[in-house]
Every structure is written in C-alpha cells, then in structure tokens.
C-alpha cells in the first residue's frame, strides 16, 4: 500500500486540508494530521479509515501503476468519437468592434472573409462523411465567428441539411449558436431556432463597463440591445448560456448585471447558465499560457472569480452555476485531455475550408492541420503529431501529480516553443483549484 501519485493537498484554514486526487476527482477534508500522516508515515495510518482512502483512491496497492491507468483513459477519451463536433466559422467578419477583439482572426484579409455557398455545401458533405468514418452517434454543430449571424444563410443551410441528414440517419443531432447576440432578434430565431440546442451570448460587466468595450463601429452601446434579444428568448425551449467577462475595473458591480437577468427573467428559468471569466487574448490560452504576465492576471482573476461565486450564490443564483470556473469545464474533473479540443472527432473549420485544431488559432495558416476538398478532408502532418502525442511518456508530465487535470498542457504550444519541457499550467491549476475549492466548501 502506498500514496497515490495523484494526490493534491491543499490548505483549508482551521487546522484541515483538503485532499483532492486529480485521477478519481475524489475530494475529502480532513485534519491535518492525518494529511502528515499520509505525506509522513503512511505506516502509521489508522487501519479502519485505509479502506475508505482506498476506495478514494488516496492510496493504491503498491503493485498499481497509475500512470498506465492514466494513459488508457487518455487515449480512451482521445480516440473515443461516439460524439463529434464540427465547429464552423460561418464569417470572421463582426458587427462589433471591442478594442481587445480576443477571437478574432490574425490579418485584416482575414477579418471580412465569409464562408460563400460553394464552401458551405462542401462542409456539409464533409461533416456528412466524417460522421460516417468517425462511426459518431451524437453531432453536434456550432456555428461561431465572428458573429455567424452575418452569414445567416450559411447558418441556416448547415443547420437544416445537417439536421435532416442525421434525422435521416437516425443519429442525434445538436447545434450551439455562439453569438454577441446584437442581431439574434425575433426573426432571426423564427428561422432557425428550431435547430438550436444552445444558444452563448457574453457580456462585458454590466452595463457602464459593457458599453465602453463592447460597442459597434460608430461606438454605439449594445448592453440592453442585447438583454432585449435575450428576453425574447425566455420562454423558449432553448439552453441559454451568458459568459461575463472580468476585468479588475468591473469585478465590484457585477451584482448589476445579475440584478438586470432577474429583472428580465432569468433568475430560476431552467436552461439558463451563467459563468465568469477574464477576456483572452488572441492566441492565448486560459490554462496553459507560457505568458507571465497573463499568468498573473489569470490567478488574480481566479481569486475575483471565487469572491463572485460566493456572491451569486447568495443571490440565489446558485442552481444557474454549475461545477465549471470559468470556461465551461468543470474544474474538478479529471478528463484526461488537456482540453475538449484535442481529441477525435473535434474540428473547427474556417470560411476557406481550412480545418484547425484549436480555434483560436483559427486564421493563422501555419496552424492548420488540414484542408477541406470536394467534401472530405486533406490532413497534415501536424494532425497526426497533435493527436498521437502521449504526455505520460514526457517529462515533466510523466511526474507530474496534476497530469489526469492538465492533461499535459497544450500539445500545440508544445511543438512550436523551445521550452517545450517546461511547465506553464501547474501553478494556475493549483491557483484555480485553490479559488474554486474556497468558493465552493468555505
């Protein structure tokens, strides 16, 4: 009997810890005396609580080889495509223009390509095609930009013929519209709001910080236009989802944005999700930025973060936040992938057809990991190096007791950085876990 290698032990005030082990999401609080005994002397562990940690799997048979555990579940979730998604940049072009523009595309070229007819069609017949090679179950689509809804009749034509395709197929099909949400008006939904599953709109504080950021390109103000779109769909059968967006300026007054859904609404409507989150820049990602700097901004914000679940909360809007912190993935979970993205059956598919990885690469040729031609898919070599890359088999990740959490980082930012054995992600993880952990059981 021995540790397990995938035990996080973190400071719970008063004399407890919490012991939380990132392969079996198991969580306890317990004394810190008995976490000394098992960083200590395990030997000295009292017998009647070994099967309970056993079964949390604090501790392991000492013939247990975790990180083999590890690596089956990794590559189970990698190449598991019972479910695939297609993500579509119907447009790269916006409606809006906020200054720090964190999804947009790399090139000013770039920023007015829309996807035409022509291309449309060939990526319906790819995701038809793909679906049937992946041997997938469940698609869904997720039609983003951009703001797709610039490109209303791509939208439409990928939502119906993919639609009636798996109805035909009988295959399970869901749609998520990712919108600023300035032009989803009644009429708009009237036409396509049949298909959709899951409609994400993000504001940018409440309404005196939104209006400063998130504005049209006469500097005009959109918070309550928007809020008037997303009443209309209050009594509709569709999943609303509202990211917040954090900044140091707005943190203290997002209560007025809370008070705002509630007055429209919200407050209670089943299917309704909100969350919090930092803006993040081009090219960045959340958890595994090599950035300092953001780094830094990034573990303050998880701090800002916690303080704002604790208060929503308060409010009553508890049932509306779920387990994730901050991005839609639950933070307590240990998925074995580094992220929702880097695994079969995932791709995120630009106005040319290009296909990506990551979508916040999108745009940026050098990243592309394959072309769309005639309905089905040329891949590159950097698809398959993505993909095959096991960070089990990689140093630091192979000692790592976060690796079931992280997932290894980004392979991505691994190929293209000098530094690629150095680790950007643990102290984050640690910080975000720490936030989250307080905000939940504190």
Known sequence: MRISRYNVYIDAGSNQSFIYNTMTTSLLIVDNTVRLTLEKNIESIDPSVVPSLKKCGILVDDDTDELKMYRLAHNTAKYNTDTSSFLIFTTYACNLYCPYCYEGPATAQCRSSSMSPHM??????????????????????????????????CCTTVLQEVSQWCKTNNLKFSATLMTNGTLFTEKVYNKIGEYLSYVHITLDGPQRFHDKTRVRKDGSATYWHILQNVEQLKDKSVYISIRVNITEENRHFIGDVLYDLEQIGFKGRPRFHIYFSQVIPY???????????????????????????????????GAHLDADFGEGQPLLSAGALSCGYIKCGIYSIDPEGDIYICPALAGDTRYRTGQIENGSAEWYPAYYDILTRDPSSEAPCNVCEVLPLCGGGCPIASSVREDSSQCHSKEVLYDRLKAYLESRYL
């Open 120 to 153: 449309t069609s060939a990526v319906v017949e790819f995701i038809c095609n793909q679906v049937i090679h992946d041997k997938t179950r469940k698609v869904g689509v997720v039609l983003y930009g951009g703001e797709p809804l610039l490109n209303l009749d």
């Open 283 to 317: 090219k960045y990602c959340l958890t595994f930025s090599p950035d300092p700097e953001f780094s830094e901004q990034n573990k303050k914000c998880a701090q800002y973060i916690s303080s704002l679940m604790k208060m929503a909360r308060d409010q009553g809007w």
